[in-house]
T-cell receptor
Framework: QKEVEQNSGPLSVPEGAIASLNCTYS??????FFWYRQYSGKSPELIMF????GDKEDGRFTAQLNKASQYVSLLIRDSQPSDSATYLC????????????FGKGTHLIIQP | DTEVTQTPKHLVMGMTNKKSLKCEQH?????MYWYKQKAKKPPELMFV???????INESVPSRFSPECPNSSLLNLHLHALQPEDSALYLC???????????????FGSGTRLTVV
């Protein structure tokens, strides 16, 4: 059974600081990894995806993947109050044919 | 067009009603999905369509019936639902599947369903 684990939080970070969100997954066959942001009452929005070990940067966001440790993280630099949301980690296997498995999400609060 | 459009945005239905949710995308994506999300929970996969064929049904009760009339449209037909089926129903699409996996989903804004 595929499992994706996240700390549900809330994770409280001061404005301007780095927010670090973590995720572990159980299925070694997982091939691609995604971070979604979801505001309350809204649908998930794709922030980052990563396939290869290492870091991937996009603006203030950096995704990190370590397949040996089955660990993926998301760093948000210069955190803004608008970053306050629930961040969902998702993984898939079989090239996406079987849909994404989501973690329970981490509730992030950026304190002004 | 980089959107997935879901209608209606809100739906209230009785337990004896029949209703349908609609999802449309014009990005040329060949995989489409239905997810159910309860409050403060992650999305749960219900159905996967790949090239208009149902490829996955995650043991969803038969009161939910999916349909993919063409590559751009996905419907979810609802009949004899229970109050516990009240949730946000999300449609998503992704590019054709391959070894590198879907390059992320594009989600619709969802249909907020209340069963009374």
């Amino acid at each position: 059974q595929k499992e994706v684990e996240q700390n549900s939080g809330p994770l409280s970070v001061p404005e301007g600081a780095i927010a670090s969100l973590n995720c572990t997954y159980s299925d070694r066959g997982s091939q691609s990894f995604f971070w979604y942001r979801q505001y309350s009452g809204k649908s998930p929005e794709l922030i980052m995806f990563i396939y290869s070990n290492g870091d991937k940067e996009d603006g203030r966001f950096t995704a990190q993947l370590n397949k040996a440790s089955q660990y993926v993280s998301l760093l948000i630099r210069d955190s803004q109050p608008s970053d306050s949301a629930t961040y969902l980690c998702a993984v898939n296997t079989r090239g996406g044919a079987d849909g994404l498995t989501f973690g329970k999400g981490t509730h992030l609060i950026i304190q002004p | 067009d980089t959107e997935v459009t879901q209608t209606p945005k809100h739906l209230v239905m009785g337990m004896t009603n029949k209703k349908s949710l609609k999802c449309e995308q014009h990005m040329g994506h060949r995989a489409m999905y239905w997810y159910k999300q309860k409050a403060k929970k992650p999305p749960e996969l219900m159905f996967v369509y790949s090239y208009e064929k149902l490829s996955i049904n995650e043991s969803v009760p038969s009161r939910f019936s999916p349909e993919c009339p063409n590559s751009s449209l996905l419907n979810l037909h609802l009949h004899a639902l229970q109050p516990e089926d009240s949730a946000l129903y999300l449609c998503a699409s992704s590019q054709a599947i391959g070894l590198q996996g879907a390059r992320g989903y594009t989600f619709g804004s969802g249909t907020r369903l209340t069963v009374v």
